[in-house]
Structures are given as C-alpha cells and as structure tokens.
C-alpha cells in the first residue's frame, strides 16, 4: 500500500490514443507542474516525446509498437514492446501505483487481463463508468463492457467495489446501490438478476435499495448501479447515441430560422452549461475495477483535457489508497 508522503508513480500510455502522442504529451505537462512529486513513467516513441526531457519527474520509455483496435487476444499478447503493454507491465512488476491508457477498451481490458493482478477474492474484473446525472450528483455504472456476462455472485462483487470506491472518491458516506433490471420489482428478471437481487440484499456491507429500470439510470437518485457487462454496455452505448442526437437535433432546430438564431444567441451560456454537465471530457475516464492497482482508461478521442482528467482520477485513487479499501470490502465479504 502506497503510504502519503511516499513518491507516487504513473504510468502514461502515450501512443493508443485516437489523436496520438501529442495530447497526452500536453496532458502531462500541466500534470507535473501541479504534481512535482509525482513521477510520470512515459511509455511511448522517443521522438515524440521530446518536449517532457526537461521534467526531472518524468521517465520516458522507448516503446516502438502500438496495440491496435483490431489486435486479438493473441496480436495484445505478442506486442510486448507497445507502449500499452509496456504502461501495464511497469504497475505488473510494481514499478508503478497506476496505469492511463486511450487505447481501445477491448485491448486495453485484455492486457490487462494478460499482463496485471487481479485482487484476492475477485472473480472477474469488470469496467466502471462514472455518468453524469440531471441533479448533477453523478452515479457508478458497472460492468460497462468487461464481460458478455455475469453470475449473481459476480454482480455482488461489482456492488462491494462500487460502493468503495463512491465512498472513497465521491465522498458519499453510505452509497446507495441499484442493480439494473426490467422493472423495479424483488422477482423481476432472469435466474442471474433474481438471486443477485437476493445476494445484495442479504449483504450488510452495503446500502442495496433495490431494482432500476434503464429510464431512470440518469436521475441521480443511486450512487451505484450494478449490471452485467452486456446490458451495461448497451445502455452506456445508447446514452451516448442519444445525447449526440438531441444535440445535433436542438442544434438544427435553433438554426434553422432567424428567430431560432436569436434563441439560441440569447440561451448561448445556457446551452453550453448543458454540454458541459454531460461532457465526458470532465468525467477523468473509465476505471478496469478488481485489480491490485488503479487502471484508468480514457476514451479513445480524448483531447489533452480529457486525458488530463483521467490522470487526475488516477493520481486521487492512489492517493486515496482506493484499491486497498476494496481489497479490505472484498476480504470482509469472504471471511
């Protein structure tokens, strides 16, 4: 366990990302002027990379491959020598609190998989969302996509580690926990959702209030949201879709007349409050959960902004020893 006061280190995938090396050489920039006693270990090419020399806080690491979206579980395995799996294998061999990474998810999870620790008493990994909510509060969504699917006792598991870490991060002092299903009733859905349903509510360690139906997942009334990875990705992804279609439909509507041109010029500070509530730029990212150090993965477009928050994210779940706390939850639930 990282003790405070000791030099946190990072490891920053400089090369998986959308728009490449030069946000993240941006990102990290403005991270070692607030952060000088943390170090950066930068995976990444050289040459590209130039601009972070001058930071006695930061390593750079020469790696010349990059993980594709494409690449297989077989493709992530050989390309040891991608700044990905180089990022990964440093927290591995214990060179590093904590990982960030705009590399697709599905590599991402798979190096993972492939080159980390999961923690003791933890099945299957799983990935969490933070989602921006209409009372502004947020709420943890997990499994987002880690899995196809999942066993009731794995859905418990997802609950003990999305209530630490709203706990621990968001400050939330008895985080209320959801599970996603069909309707809000105890016997609503299959075998898995009805015996998860009575694991969590059998469980005292945490704050289980029962089913939600995908309509209300944005409201903000639970801080946790437990799923399987299948349902979870499908509702994350069609949030996502319908966010960017209200926009572009509010968008073509306020422009297509003059009077819709004055409206939109007069709410203009309103409109670009709205889009920042439900940017994901300010969120920090998407966390890989039941592993033995913080993985953060960034979306794949991320700017040096986006990216920066992630590293932020990063940087406060080590801090705040989050890893540890579910390492404990997950010990107290099986002794």
């Known amino acids: 366990m990282l003790k405070w006061g000791e030099n946190m280190k990072l490891a920053i995938d400089a090369m998986s990302g959308d728009l490449g090396s030069r946000i993240v050489v941006d990102a990290c920039l403005k991270f070692v002027e607030k952060h000088p006693n943390v170090k950066l270990l930068v995976t990444g090419k050289q040459e590209e990379l130039t601009l972070l020399n001058n930071y006695s806080n930061v390593e750079i690491i020469d790696a010349r491959d990059v993980v594709a979206m494409t690449d297989s579980v077989l493709g992530v395995r050989r390309k040891k020598e991608s700044s990905l799996v180089k990022a990964l294998m440093l927290s591995s061999d214990n060179r590093a609190d904590g990982v960030v990474s705009c590399g697709s ?64 991060i968001n400050h939330i002092e008895h985080p209320t926990v959801a599970l996603l299903n069909i309707g809000t009733e105890d016997h609503k859905g299959d075998e898995v959702h ?8 059998a469980n005292k360690n945490i704050h289980f209030i029962g ?27 069609s949030m996502e879709g319908t966010a960017i279609i209200l926009m572009k439909l509010m968008k073509e509507s306020l422009m297509s007349d003059f009077k819709g041109k004055i409206g939109a010029l007069l709410a203009k500070k309103n409109l670009y409050s709205l889009k920042d509530r439900f940017d994901y730029k300010s969120v920090g990212g998407a966390l890989m959960m039941g592993f033995d150090k913080a993985i953060v993965k960034a979306h794949g477009g991320s700017d040096a902004v986006a990216f920066l928050s992630a590293m932020e994210l990063t940087y406060t779940m080590v801090k705040e020893n989050v890893v540890e706390k579910m390492k404990e939850g997950m010990k107290n639930e099986n002794s």
């Open 211 to 237: 089913n939600i139906e995908g309509r209300d997942l944005l409201m903000g009334e639970v801080d946790v949201i437990v799923t399987d990875g299948f349902s979870g990705n499908i509702a994350l992804k």
């Open 105 to 168: 998810t599905g590599a991402y999870y798979t190096a993972a998989m492939l080159f980390g620790h999961r923690l003791e008493n933890v099945e299957k990994s799983c990935l969490m969302a933070q989602l921006p909510t209409v009372n502004g509060k947020g709420t943890c969504l997990l499994d987002v996509g880690a899995n196809a699917s999942n066993t009731a006792s794995q859905l418990e598991s997802f609950a003990i580690m999305g209530s630490v870490y709203a706990s621990a």
């Open 194 to 201: 009805t015996e998860a349903y009575r694991l969590l509510s």
